[in-house]
Nanobody, 128 residues
Framework: QTQFVESGGGLVQPGGSLRLSCAAS????????VTWFRQAPGKEREGVSC????????NAADSVKGRFTITRDNAKNTVYLHMNSLEAEDTAVYYC?????????????????????WGQGTQVTVSS
């Protein structure tokens, strides 16, 4: 069965850290770029960070630069999102999505348009 399974979410205090995992099954992940998105209640889904097929190129939204890092381990068919210095504004459901090419779009990578496959999401709540 072709699927993404996200995990690692939870409740964390402001300033804390979490590591999210996006495990792929049913396909070879190293053929694809992957992006983490998030969606807070009442807001549109937004791109958080993207990574190309071998991890050699990444990009991140301005709101998370310097705090979040995306990595991948193709041997484990998994992409990670390392989140530090978490803020209340980071509270959202986090999703990973597969882009149908080895490289993410040069522009517009943070738009959900063009992504062909999504996980079910994992909830991150930042609260004291």
């Amino acid at each position: 069965q072709t699927q993404f399974v996200e995990s690692g979410g939870g409740l964390v205090q402001p300033g804390g850290s979490l590591r999210l995992s996006c495990a792929a099954s049913g396909f070879t992940l190293n053929h694809y770029a992957v992006t983490w998105f998030r969606q807070a209640p009442g807001k549109e889904r937004e791109g958080v960070s993207c990574i190309n097929w071998n991890g050699g190129l990444t990009n991140a939204a301005d709101s998370v630069k310097g705090r979040f890092t995306i990595t991948r381990d193709n041997a484990k068919n998994t992409v990670y999102l390392h989140m530090n210095s978490l803020e209340a504004e980071d509270t959202a459901v986090y999703y990973c999505a597969r882009y149908p090419h080895t490289e993410p779009p040069v522009t517009g990578w943070g738009s959900p348009t063009g992504y062909e496959f999504w996980g079910q999401g994992t909830q991150v709540t930042v609260s004291s």
